[in-house]
């Protein structure tokens, strides 16, 4: 799965295997070798590509479908999974009420 993933975050962020391959002192080659999945990064790999990209290791793996930015502020609310569809619902309508109030 890290290799469909890296693919799909170094082309939406428009970037050549060559460029990221620099960025990791990696030659294009192990960059398409590790999209492919011929071969797996290290850890310390996988770590810079999660920074380079901002979204977690678990996206980054396959864990979890939602690309949780690497970088988390303070303003990054994880709701836990038992919450109704109804609560969520209802936590959106306020985060967007308290967008508009403070434009």
């Known amino acids: 799965m890290i290799g469909e993933r890296l693919s799909e975050l ?3 962020a428009g970037m050549s295997q060559q460029k990221l391959a620099d960025m990791l002192s990696l030659t ?14 290290g850890d310390d790999i996988k770590v810079e590509l999660a920074k380079i990209f901002n979204v977690s290791l ?3 793996l396959g864990l979890i479908d939602e690309p949780i930015p690497y970088k988390r502020s303070d303003k990054y609310i994880k709701l836990p999974d038992t919450l109704p569809d109804s609560a969520v619902d209802a936590v ?12």
């Open 10 to 12: 170094r082309k939406d």
């Open 28 to 41: 294009k080659y192990t960059i398409s070798s590790y999209e492919r999945e011929k071969t797996m990064p």
């Open 58 to 60: 678990d996206y980054l």
């Open 92 to 103: 959106n309508t306020v985060i967007t009420a308290i967008r508009e109030y403070y434009k």
